[in-house]
């Protein structure tokens, strides 16, 4: 059965886009109950309402403190059904209660290759950086930010000429990809946590034409590519 997912976005929304494209072609089995935004202006609402989506924004400003606030959002999530809570560029840290209501099922994308560059620059620190590679992560969330045990990571070349701008662009392409490919493995129960040690059921089998200019490890499946 497909797995009932809320979708929390403050932005632009584009991986909430791609879950929605993989989940219509029917590649990834699972069901947006809800989408919440803590942003009116996010696009990410209106790609929501794209896709008639049910959908929600929850302004944190009107609420008195972080609590009250992920209180009346774990509430609408548990409302529309959903079981897992898939944070896609949602900018604000969760409270340990909100956790604690989805124990295990908590999963946000950052576009580093974490441990490096936590926070909401991951990009442009990497490009100030010089690194030489760079990428995204997809992990469960923990009470600790962008922290909690690791799913699937991709890397990209990064270069002197790059900033911000241009190397998120590049890592998003993987993002992409590997989002929607941690929830479709999320959603098939093959992950398993012990520890920071997340392991995945059946390995997957290596695409059959890799794509190039990458790393993506564990190896995305077809249809994710
Ligand atoms: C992505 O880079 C994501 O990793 C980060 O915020 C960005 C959101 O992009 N957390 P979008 O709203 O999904 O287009």
Redesign the pocket.
């Known amino acids: 059965m497909a797995l009932p997912i809320a979708v929390l976005?403050?932005?632009?929304?584009?991986?909430?886009?791609?879950l929605i494209d993989r989940i219509e072609a029917r590649v990834l089995d699972a069901r947006i109950t809800l989408v919440v935004s803590n942003r009116a202006d996010?696009?990410?609402l209106v790609r929501a309402r794209n896709h008639n989506l049910p959908l929600l924004c929850l302004p944190h400003g009107d609420y008195p403190d972080r609590e009250a606030f992920d209180q009346a959002m774990a509430r609408a999530i548990r409302q529309s059904g959903a079981k897992a809570v898939v944070?896609?560029?949602?900018?604000r840290m969760l409270t340990p209660a909100f956790l604690k209501a989805f124990p295990g099922m908590v999963v946000?994308?950052?576009?580093a290759l974490l441990p490096s560059f936590p926070g909401?620059h991951?990009?442009g620190d990497a490009a100030d950086y010089g690194v030489k590679l760079a990428g995204?992560t997809v992990h469960f969330v923990d009470e600790i930010m962008d922290h909690g045990p690791v799913i699937i990571q991709a890397a990209v070349p990064a270069h002197p000429e790059d900033d911000a701008q241009t190397l998120?662009a590049r890592?998003?392409a993987m993002?992409?990809r590997v989002?929607p490919q941690a929830i479709a493995w999320l959603a098939a129960g093959r992950l398993s946590v012990q520890g920071r040690k997340v392991r995945l059921a059946s390995a997957s089998k290596p695409l059959a034409k890799p794509l190039p200019n990458c790393l993506v490890n564990p190896p995305l499946e077809e249809g994710f590519a």
């Open positions: 976005v403050s932005g632009a929304g584009s991986n909430l886009q791609a996010a696009y990410g944070l896609a560029g949602f900018l946000n994308i950052h576009p909401v991951g990009q995204c998120s890592i998003l993002e992409h989002f």
